[in-house]
């Protein structure tokens, strides 16, 4: 019988051993590094709660005031909430629902435009910030800083600093939807540019074509469900942010959030905030759908 | 007639093509043999012009196509179709669309980036479909097929190009016997029935006695061998491969090659055929 597993013989083991130092190293080594690593890590979190002054006892105590609120929220609605409050009778005085509504629907709007502002105006940059496409290494290295700067700064920011510019109201909502979104779209599409297979790009080169057609042709085919995926998922990221910024006055819903907070209708507050759910919840029902369509188109086999 | 005169090419320190002179007669069908890093793949794609020459030039019928550059250099890209051993397709696309590139040099810019494809474009396209026996795959995604059939897809797209030269770079590596014989037919037909020139980088020394009309050997950047498939003895197949010459011969018999064979009549070096 011959053995299937070769044993080393002695000599053969120290051989090895010695020849390859690095490889036989003691266990212990790992469990160090990984306590170098967490150490560090757990001294910060530790410190972080000592000096931000955390006591658990107010924790306990916020708890209960949460209680409280909750029961405040309860149900919503957006009508009368005067007592003796009648949740049906309440239902029955609707002009508020129709402008809470109407200006949901602002929000949408400004989310909307504002991602599709900075999804077109990005391609662009985008392909200026893609290493594989832009040879110039300081126009590359300018744009990915440019962007980096736009995309730092929070929507919430650029709102302040839009309505500053353009007055209070809806469009200082689109200008600092897009403009933030401006900066990842630029980014997240360089990278997509950037991990594209170059092989379908060498076979259009190959028979001829321009620098146009590998863009058209070998690019975009590959990067185009990505950044349609990327597309969506911002715009439900964004209509939560139109949301946010409509309390300091970019329009929309957030404003009538602010205003029922500072009055407070708590009432009301629930029932926007349920309303801002629906539609986020709405959108990525829809997103998702379109989002399959793309990808999916004309896989697999089609009748001849 | 294609002239490469004295043709170089340098990466960093490495001399991946040195020196090379070769005169290739239209409608040949040349295949390049030689060990892996033997510059096979430098020198094919500097005839395409997507690597570009350090020294020496490449004459085609007198022109200089070294020195092109723009329009002229995109129609000479045109006029030598190349196929690649990973087929380069454009995966998410339908196979008649990654044929329809192949037209794309002909068309105007604004057509072709709009995806709009005359009705003859599409009519050839579908018609060098039909001849590797794929037409019914014409609607598919590219990616969804084999190997196979992915390589004659490929195929497909060059001779839509209507080139004068194809330049084939390891076109049967990824693929299996039987989808070998299929690409090796294709080509060879390409080239008796149409004329057009082939220049094939083969690692199978049997395949290339098979099929090839003449053999160019390589050996770190130089042409060692050039001449006929019966020229080529086991002695100078073993110093053009070294030790490694037992893997790309069938057997010991490597003297078995027979020029005629290359017609087509009889290929007899493959082992399964369907
Ligand atoms: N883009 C590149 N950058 C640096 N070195 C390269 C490049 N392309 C090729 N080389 C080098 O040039 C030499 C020849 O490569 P080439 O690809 O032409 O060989 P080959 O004969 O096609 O080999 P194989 O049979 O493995 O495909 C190799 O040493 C390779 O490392
Ligand atoms: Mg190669």
Redesign the pocket.
Known sequence: MTPTRQSPTRDERQRLILAHPLLFRSGNRQLIKLAAWLAPALIAFCFGFYWLDISWGRVWLGLGRLGEFVSLMLPPTYGDTNAPFDFWRSLSDTTKLWIYLQSLAETLAIAFLGTFIAAVCAIPIGFLAAKNVMANTILHFLTRRFLDTVRTVDTLVWALIWINVVGLGPFAGILAIATSNFGLFGKLYSEAIETADTKPVEGILSTGGSHLHTVRFGLLPQILPIIVSQILYQFESNTRSATIIGIVGAGGIGQHLYEQIKILEWQHVSFLVLLVLAAVMMIDFISVRVRFAIIGIKQGSVAP | MLAIENIS?K??H?Q??SGVHLQIPAGSFIGVI????????????MINRL?EPTEGRILFDGVDITKLSGKALRDWRSDCAMIF?QFNLVGRMDVLTNVLTGRLNKVSALRSLARIWSVDDRIMALSALEQFEIANLAAQRADSLSGGQQQRVAIARALVQEPKIILA??PI?SLDPRNTKIVMDALLRINKHFGITVIC?L?SLDIARDYCDRLVG?AQ?RVVFDDVPAALTAEKSRELYGIEAADVMDTSDAAKGVFGQAMGGSISGLQTSH
């Open positions: 090419r990466f960093g490495k991946a093509v030689g060990r892996s890093g033997a510059g096979k793949s430098t020198l094919l794609r690597v051993q770079d390891e590596a980088n690692h390589m950047g």
